[in-house]
């Protein structure tokens, strides 16, 4: 017995807004993940048009014309879903007309006789939509490889199966119809479709639980405010990954910087230390370790460095963030500095206090001796 395959696709239609269901509650525990939301309005319109058309109320013609531009519209909102997941522009303009031109493009074709050049170009417009997305999918990989990689594999599977239907009504030239296509393709289709939904749907409840677990991770490990290594992340790192010698330790603290809380807010303090910790995030190397100490004190940790190196870096950071201006009015603006200690890593040191005791110690002698300088365990640097 063959199968029945009105059946199927409306089975996947009443599947698609089961699962929408299911990621909407998802999305209101989890109301930054927007990609959910986007999924789930994806889901309801590709639900909705599989039984506006496979339900048989209607006749062929305006059935096929109301599902097309329901799955259009719901293949566009799946592909804005995926976009911000990987944290592209989504460029709605663009996406919007583009959606307009393809569904005015299939609806001119039905209505005028053409029902299966409109048939082939939205299977073909299918197929292009969940190429594209599975690719944005790519880009979060390293995020859940687990479950991304199981939905990039049911988006391309699906996206396969539209193609096969495509290629089929083009090979066979099937320009004119006046009911649904069945062939072999169009059955895998549908149990393609089935297939993708229930997957995706799952794996994307999971990506989202192992993006919040990241996230928490995260939060646990990092500094809220300036994006750094808080003082337990810094010290856990350095228990695994100890100091070696040749290593800097680089003690930072913001000078008079009570004065600039007291006399322009903690909203201005707090924006000065955020650009601290992009300046000096910005003039490190990939393998150094930035973190906040607490209040205005921050540490890096240079790997394998020369002497000359870490002053090179210090001072780049001291300078850097001495020449940035903070505007408060049009008239009042004012200036930061930092005062910066230095010390080594050597073969007698058994921990990362004692060096960051002596770069502390390099600190103060900086801040004493006139502030907005680089002192070194040895000597001062102008």
């Known amino acids: 017995m063959g199968l029945d395959q009105n059946t199927l696709f409306f089975a996947a239609g009443v599947c698609a807004l089961a699962v929408a269901l299911t990621i909407l509650t998802a999305w209101f525990q989890n109301a930054l993940e927007r990609f959910l939301l986007w999924g789930c309005i994806g889901m309801v319109l590709l639900g909705c048009g599989a039984i506006a058309y496979y339900a048989n109320i209607l006749p062929f013609m305006p059935a096929a014309i109301i599902a097309f531009t329901l799955y259009t519209l719901g293949f566009g909102c799946v592909y804005a879903g995926a976009r911000h997941i990987a944290r592209q522009p989504r460029h709605w303009p663009q996406l919007a007309g583009l959606n307009v031109l393809l569904i005015a493009t299939m609806i001119s074709l039905i209505a005028s006789g053409r029902a299966g050049a409109g048939f082939a170009m939205f299977n073909l417009t299918a197929g292009l939509f969940l190429f594209a997305t599975a690719f944005q999918y790519r880009r979060v990989y390293h995020e859940a490889p687990g479950p991304v990689a199981g939905i990039i594999v049911l988006y391309c599977l699906t996206a396969l199966s539209f193609v096969f239907c495509s290629a089929i009504i083009l090979h066979d030239q099937q320009w ?3 009911a649904t296509p069945r062939n072999i393709a169009e059955d895998l289709n549908a149990i393609a479709a089935i297939i993708a939904i229930t997957g995706i749907g799952a794996l994307s409840l999971s990506l989202t639980q192992t993006r919040n677990a990241h996230h928490h991770a995260n939060n646990a490990r990092t500094d809220s405010l300036t994006g750094a290594l808080n003082r337990r992340a810094l010290v856990d790192h350095l228990a695994t990954d100890p100091l070696r010698p040749g290593d800097a330790v680089i003690a930072f603290d913001l000078d008079a910087f009570k004065s600039i809380n007291d006399r322009y807010g903690h909203a201005f303090g707090d924006q000065v230390l955020r650009e601290f910790s992009v300046i000096a995030a910005t003039h490190i190397p990939r393998s150094a370790l930035l973190a906040r100490m607490g209040g205005e004190e921050f540490l890096v940790v240079l790997r394998n460095a020369f002497p000359s190196q870490a002053l090179a870096v210090a001072e780049t950071i ?22 910066i200690g230095i010390a080594f890593s050597t073969q007698a040191d058994n921990s990362f206090e004692v060096v960051f005791q002596r770069a502390d110690a ?6 004493g001796t006139g502030r907005n300088k680089v002192c070194t365990e040895l000597h001062s640097v102008a």
């Open 176 to 178: 004119v119809m006046t």
């Open 362 to 367: 390099a600190l103060y002698r900086a801040k």
């Open 318 to 339: 001291r300078m850097q963030f001495e020449q940035r201006v903070f505007h408060v009015s049009i008239h009042d603006v004012f200036k930061a500095s930092t005062s």
